[in-house]
């Protein structure tokens, strides 16, 4: 899986949610928020666009996905080199089982995968 190109969606987040700029759901807004909820695993994306409430909390929800996510895989990423450079290759692996617990993400999913199958020939 390529990396999301998540930057579009994240500028516009920020002008809106941080700088207070009106969001207006022009056919471009709509296709970006839309794509990017499908990537982030929110199904219910194209109903929540009917308000503005709604849509708000659809760029909320979003925005919490994408950066929780990366937050979550970066610091279990960093205990992961770790415990594999102090040779405990088990509590590496544990790192990734616990993002895939609770990560819906599929690209962050799928980054978790791949650290825990590379470690598979590992003590």
Same mark, same amino acid.
């Given at each position: ?8 969606? &994240?500028?516009?987040?920020? &002008?809106?949610?941080?700088? =207070? ?29 009917? !308000?503005s ?8 929800? !979003?925005e &919490?996905?994408?950066a929780? =996510? ?11 080199? &770790?415990?594999?450079?102090? =040779? ?36």
């Open positions: 899986m390529n990396a999301p190109d998540w930057n579009p969606f &994240r500028d516009l987040a920020r &002008r809106i949610l941080r700088e =207070g700029v009106p969001l207006t759901l022009s056919d471009d807004v709509r296709a970006l928020v839309l794509r990017t909820a499908a990537e982030v695993s929110i199904t219910n994306a194209e109903a929540a666009l009917s !308000t409430s709604e849509a708000l909390a659809l760029l909320r929800e !979003t &919490r996905r994408i929780e =996510g990366s937050n979550r895989l970066t610091d279990a990423l960093d205990l992961m080199w &770790r415990f594999q450079r102090q =040779g405990d290759f088990d509590s590496a692996r544990q790192q990734m089982r616990e993002v895939l617990a609770v990560e819906v993400v599929p690209y962050y999913r799928e980054l978790a995968l791949e650290q825990l199958s590379s470690m598979t020939d590992e003590p």
